[in-house]
Antibody, heavy 121, light 107 residues
Framework: EVQLVESGGGLVQPGGSLRLSCAAS????????LSWVRQAPGKGLEWVSF????????YYADSVKGRFTISRDNSKNTLYLQMNSLRAEDTALYYC??????????????WGQGTLVTVSS | DIQMTQSPSSVSASVGDRVTITCRAS??????LAWYQQKPGKAPKLLIY???SLQSGVPSRFSGSASGTDFTLTIRSLQPEDFATYYC?????????FGGGTKVEIK
């Protein structure tokens, strides 16, 4: 069974930084694109960022462009999200999710359980 | 960006009822549409992709259809485990965008 396990969330002050990780297992990691999707408390789903299987292609939501950086280490089967200049509106549960192919806009067929990021002073 | 408008935002239904949820895209997305189910405290689960293809392991009482830029998720005979929030998502282009969600509640 595909496993995605997020970590790295926590409480951070506005303007601070945090790096999220997503450890993947039970599938050929470099063959699949991955995304980060977030959900503010009591709200809907918001896609944040995408990275292709090779890592060469990335996309970002306008709300995080220039502040967040997605990356992956295919030797460690791990996805990352470096979050800088954090704002209160970034407070959310952050999910790591897998696409069904190596690249492209697609549905997300497996999701982790999420890691909570709280931005507050 | 492609906007996804989902309706209704909530629906009350009884076990055995047929439930229909609609999602409208702001532009042509062909059949690049997915549906998810999310239960409280859990991650979303993919139900349907490519507008009408059932994800492996999903009960056949769930079905999806498309007509132009309008998409429908139908639950044929609602079961107790189906009470949840449902989201649509367009998979045509970045940024990926989701509908606002439909909460299916017990009547």
């Amino acid at each position: 069974e595909v496993q995605l396990v997020e970590s790295g969330g926590g409480l951070v002050q506005p303007g601070g930084s945090l790096r999220l990780s997503c450890a993947a297992s039970n599938f050929p990691f470099s063959s699949y694109a991955l995304s980060w999707v977030r959900q503010a408390p009591g709200k809907g789903l918001e896609w944040v960022s995408f990275i292709s299987g090779s890592g060469a292609g990335t996309y970002y939501a306008d709300s995080v462009k220039g502040r967040f950086t997605i990356s992956r280490d295919n030797s460690k089967n791990t996805l990352y999200l470096q979050m800088n200049s954090l704002r209160a509106e970034d407070t959310a549960l952050y999910y790591c999710a897998k696409g069904p192919g190596i690249t492209g806009a697609t549905e997300l067929d497996y999701w982790g359980q999420g890691t909570l990021v709280t931005v507050s002073s | 960006d492609i906007q996804m408008t989902q309706s209704p935002s909530s629906v009350s239904a009884s076990v055995g009822d047929r439930v229909t949820i609609t999602c409208r895209a702001s532009q042509d997305i062909s059949s690049w549409l997915a549906w998810y189910q999310q239960k409280p405290g859990k991650a979303p689960k993919l139900l349907i992709y490519a507008a009408s293809s059932l994800q492996s392991g999903v009960p056949s009482r769930f079905s999806g259809s498309a007509s132009g830029t309008d998409f429908t998720l139908t639950i044929r005979s609602l079961q107790p485990e189906d009470f949840a929030t449902y989201y649509c998502q367009q998979a045509k282009s970045f940024p990926l965008t989701f509908g606002g969600g439909t909460k299916v509640e017990i009547k």
